[in-house]
C-alpha cells in the first residue's frame, strides 16, 4: 500500500496559516489526488483550524505540519506539532464572536480527530475522508500482472518437484531434467 507523505516546517506567525493551506492542497493535488469542492474545503479548514491552533498557543517559534495520504484507503491525515504541551479543549463560542469554534468546525469536518503531548510540546491530527478514486490505467494492468506473477511463482513447471527438499551443505541438488 502506498502511503504518501510530506513533513514543512513554519514560523509561528499568523501569515503561516495561509501558507499551510496552500501547501498541504498542492501536495496532495500533486501527489494524484482529485478533490472535489467539499474534499478540498475541508481539507483546507482543517488544515488552517490545526495551524491557527498551534501559532496562538505555543511558545515555540517554530511549528511541524505533516501530512500523509492513502489513496487505497481513500485518507488524509493532517498533523500539526508545536511546542506547547496544553491540549487543546472545545470552547463554547458566543454569537457573536470571532474565535472559538475551530474544533468544532474539525470535530465536524473530519473522520477522527486528536491531540496529544509529545516530548517537544504536542501534536494536533485529523483524518479526512477523500473522495473516491478513478482507477488508473497503471492500476488496472497492475492488477492482473500481480495476479499472473502469483500464480506462475505456485504452479510447479515442466521437470521440476513442486517441493524442493532443503539443501544441505555437503549434498548434491537433484538435478531437473531440461
Do not use: C
Not at 13 to 18: T, Y
Not at 78 to 102: I, N
Not at 106 to 117: I, K, Q, T
Request: cysteine-free; proline content about 7%; glycine content about 6%.
Amino acid at each position: 500500500m502506498v502511503v504518501h507523505s510530506h513533513v514543512f516546517f513554519l514560523t509561528r506567525d499568523p501569515v503561516s496559516v495561509p501558507v499551510a493551506r496552500r501547501r498541504v492542497r498542492t501536495r496532495v493535488v500533486g501527489w494524484g489526488v482529485l478533490l472535489d469542492e467539499d474534499t478540498r474545503l475541508a481539507l483546507d479548514t482543517v488544515t488552517s483550524e490545526l495551524v491557527t491552533n498551534a501559532v496562538r498557543h505555543s511558545d515555540r517559534p517554530m511549528l511541524t505540519v505533516a501530512v500523509h495520504v492513502s489513496v487505497r484507503l481513500r485518507r488524509a491525515l493532517v498533523e500539526v506539532y508545536d511546542g506547547s504541551t496544553a491540549l487543546p479543549q472545545r470552547r463554547q463560542a458566543g454569537t457573536d464572536a470571532e474565535s472559538g469554534r475551530g474544533l468544532e468546525l474539525v470535530e465536524r469536518l473530519a473522520l477522527a480527530y486528536g491531540a496529544e503531548r509529545t516530548e517537544r510540546g504536542k501534536r494536533v491530527w485529523a483524518e479526512l475522508a477523500l473522495p473516491e478514486q478513478p482507477v488508473t490505467r497503471r492500476q488496472v494492468l497492475a492488477g492482473p500482472r500481480r495476479a499472473v506473477r502469483a500464480v506462475l511463482r505456485a504452479v510447479p513447471r515442466p521437470g521440476r518437484s513442486a517441493i524442493r527438499p532443503p539443501f544441505t551443505p555437503g549434498s548434491t541438488r537433484p538435478r531437473t531434467a531440461a
